[in-house]
Every structure is written in structure tokens, then in C-alpha cells.
């Protein structure tokens, strides 16, 4: 397997290392030694998956985490120093796909990164986010800020479509088509009574804008800066 991966270690001996070996499985690697250029580097190059190291000078690895989660699905493994429960578990809460404790063997990180990059082929399974919220469709489920939401079947499958179609408005009639389809036989409000749901769930509890009205047209998912 090959693929283009972002170090993010400020460990510089620890990432030239993990660098070469990864260079001799034929991948092709870039390294950041700083939270913000790593972030940086994962909003504007092409990467395939990124490690992610937790303790980090400019920008701690969860904020980048965070960050990058807010428009992207790539697989990311964090890196730990600590053995500590609750930065695997908050990093795992905020999308991280996996991570690994340091020292680790190289056997194992490599392993791990298979793992995650076919994890990552399976186009069955979706990881979409926005502002957040994170929606996977493997265990069908939605987090904010790393807290579970319960949501019906049609509340997910509501927020699945506009997640899908985030950035673009879509008409009540495409979400109606989309999300209801044959099964549609309610009252043509059936859209903004489900996405008054989603906003008493999510936008209220959270105190996010993340569902967005356009009069007169529909609503649009919009990423908070
Ligand atoms: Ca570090």
C-alpha cells in the first residue's frame, strides 16, 4: 500500500525516524514540527493520512485535531507520549481514527496505518464533519465536540444528506426526494419540523450555528469559522 503522509512532531530525531521507515514501505512522507505549520500543511497539501503527535509547541496536537476535523474526514493517528487514558479517549471522542503510545515498534505504527488507510477505502463508511460535529455512517453515529447525540433514524438520515451536501442550499423538494423518498407520504413541513428537531439536538444544546435557513429556497450546513 502506498500513500502521501503528514508527520506532525516536534521530536525531530522521532519523525526523521518514522520518516525513513516509512519511506522504505514506499510511502511518500512530509513533517511539521509545530501544531500550526502542521496545520497548515494538512489544509493545503494532499495527504493520504496524517500522524499526529498530542504534546506540541504553536498549537497542541488536540487543536489541530480539532481543526482539521472541522472539514475533513482523513484518517489521523495521534501520537502519545503519556499513557493517558483521557488523551486517547478525547482524541478518539474528537475523530481521531486511532493512535499509538510512544515508544512504539515501527511493526506497529505500520500496521496501524494499514489499517486506517483501508479503513478509509471502505466507501461504505462516511466520516463527515462540520463545526464539531462529527457523523459516521460505519456505527451510525454523531458527536459534538466529542459528545454523543441521540438522533432517530430520519433525524440522522436528514443530517447525513445536508452533511453530504455541505456549502451547497438544498431545496426542501431534493431533501424531501433524498431523505424521505418513497416512504414520503407526511405534510411537505415535514422538513422544517425534522430540522427544528436537529436544532433542538445540536444547534441549541451546543450553542452552534450549523443548520442554516435560506428563505424561500432551504437550508445549507455551513462550516463555523
Ligand atoms: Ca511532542
Known amino acids: 500500500m502506498s500513500g502521501k503522509i503528514l508527520i506532525i512532531e516536534d521530536e525531530e530525531k522521532i519523525a526523521r525516524f518514522i520518516e525513513l521507515e516509512l519511506s522504505y514501505e514506499g510511502y511518500v512522507t512530509n513533517k511539521a514540527f509545530d501544531g500550526r505549520k502542521g496545520l497548515e500543511m494538512a489544509e493545503h497539501g494532499e495527504f493520504d493520512l496524517i500522524l499526529l503527535d498530542i504534546m506540541l509547541p504553536q498549537l497542541s496536537g488536540m487543536e489541530v485535531l480539532r481543526r482539521i476535523r472541522r472539514t475533513s474526514s482523513i484518517p489521523i493517528i495521534m501520537l502519545t507520549a503519556r ?3 483521557m488523551d486517547k479517549v478525547s ?3 474528537r475523530g481521531a481514527t486511532d493512535y499509538i503510545t510512544k515508544p512504539f515498534a515501527i511493526e506497529e505504527l505500520l500496521a496501524r496505518i494499514r ?3 483501508r479503513k478509509n477505502l471502505n466507501e461504505d463508511v462516511e466520516v463527515l464533519s462540520a463545526s464539531g460535529l462529527v457523523l459516521d455512517t460505519g456505527s451510525r453515529t454523531v458527536t459534538v465536540m466529542g ?3 441521540d438522533l432517530t433514524k430520519r433525524e440522522f438520515d436528514l443530517l ?3 452533511l453530504k451536501n455541505k456549502g451547497m442550499v438544498v431545496s426542501r423538494d431534493s431533501l ?3 431523505v424521505w423518498g418513497f416512504d414520503f407520504s407526511g405534510e411537505t413541513n415535514s422538513v422544517d419540523v425534522y430540522v427544528r428537531f436537529l436544532r ?3 444547534d441549541e444544546v451546543f450553542n452552534i450555528k450549523l443548520i442554516h435557513t ?3 429556497v432551504g437550508y445549507v450546513i455551513k462550516d463555523e469559522k
Open 147 to 149: 459528545v454523543p447525540i
Open 176 to 178: 424531501l426526494e433524498n
Open 83 to 85: 499513557d493517558s487514558v
Open 214 to 216: 435560506v428563505r424561500g
Open 200 to 202: 433542538g439536538k445540536i
Open 115 to 117: 489499517n486506517a488507510l
Open 91 to 93: 482524541g478518539l471522542d
Open 160 to 162: 447525513h444528506f445536508m
